[in-house]
């Protein structure tokens, strides 16, 4: 099968090309944010009218939820604006690619009677990030009601070797090491008030 992956040069994308290539796909990674402005219909359509993938695996996102509070507008035209360009892309095929649009778990209202979240739980987001990704499930929801094949996945915190140290994982182990090297026996560790 050949798929198209936006957002391929980014972790999860790179995770993901591995355990496509892994399975025997062909792997076509889409132009990172350098080469291609993901909002930007008519070049996303070139992309995928030149690929003709089989399925997308739309990840091409602003995925952390500081980049997102800092520069909302930015979140907005790329996680929704990316979005609804896969989708018009699509729609313009004389065929029918499946598209994976990747969310977020943020997306969910803190539960009632507390954790755990099920895909069941009610929308809530709270943040500039949750309230893109509820956007971009949306342009993939329209997608699907004109007829597209679309899934959405609302991933709970990705975190492994090559994440950037902007995140909080690698973040913790680079304050572990450091006061490991300087003979620390305490890190800053920020708001421990989260559960997933």
């Known amino acids: 099968m050949?798929?198209?992956?936006?957002?391929?040069?980014?972790?999860?994308?790179?995770?993901?090309k591995q355990a496509l290539f892994a399975a025997g796909h062909q792997v076509l990674p889409a132009p990172g944010s350098h080469d291609l402005d993901i909002a930007d219909g008519a070049g996303v359509l070139r992309l995928v009218h030149t690929a003709r993938p089989d399925a997308i695996a739309h990840l091409a996102a602003v995925s952390s939820g500081a980049a997102a509070s800092s520069n909302p507008a930015s979140a907005f035209r790329t996680n929704v604006g990316g979005t609804i360009a896969v989708v018009e892309a699509c729609r313009?095929?004389?065929?029918?690619?499946?598209?994976?649009?990747?969310?977020?778990a943020q997306v969910y209202a803190s539960p009632p009677g507390g954790l755990p979240l099920t895909e069941l739980s009610a929308l809530g987001p709270r943040t500039e990030y949750g309230l893109s990704k509820v956007g971009a499930e949306g342009a993939a929801l329209w997608g699907a009601s004109l007829g597209l094949r679309?899934?959405?996945?609302?991933?709970?915190?990705?975190?492994?070797?090559?994440?950037r140290p902007d995140f909080v994982v690698p973040a913790m182990a680079s304050r572990l090491l450091s006061a490991k090297r300087h003979g620390?026996?305490?890190?800053?560790?920020?708001?421990?008030?989260?559960?997933?």
Request: proline residues 4%; glycine residues 12%.
């Open 92 to 104: 313009a095929l004389d065929y029918d690619p499946a598209v994976l649009v990747v969310s977020s």
């Open 2 to 16: 050949r798929v198209l992956v936006t957002g391929a040069s980014g972790f999860v994308g790179g995770w993901l």
């Open 184 to 196: 620390q026996t305490s890190i800053p560790v920020g708001h421990v008030v989260v559960s997933r």
């Open 150 to 163: 679309v899934a959405i996945a609302r991933s709970f915190n990705h975190t492994g070797a090559g994440q």
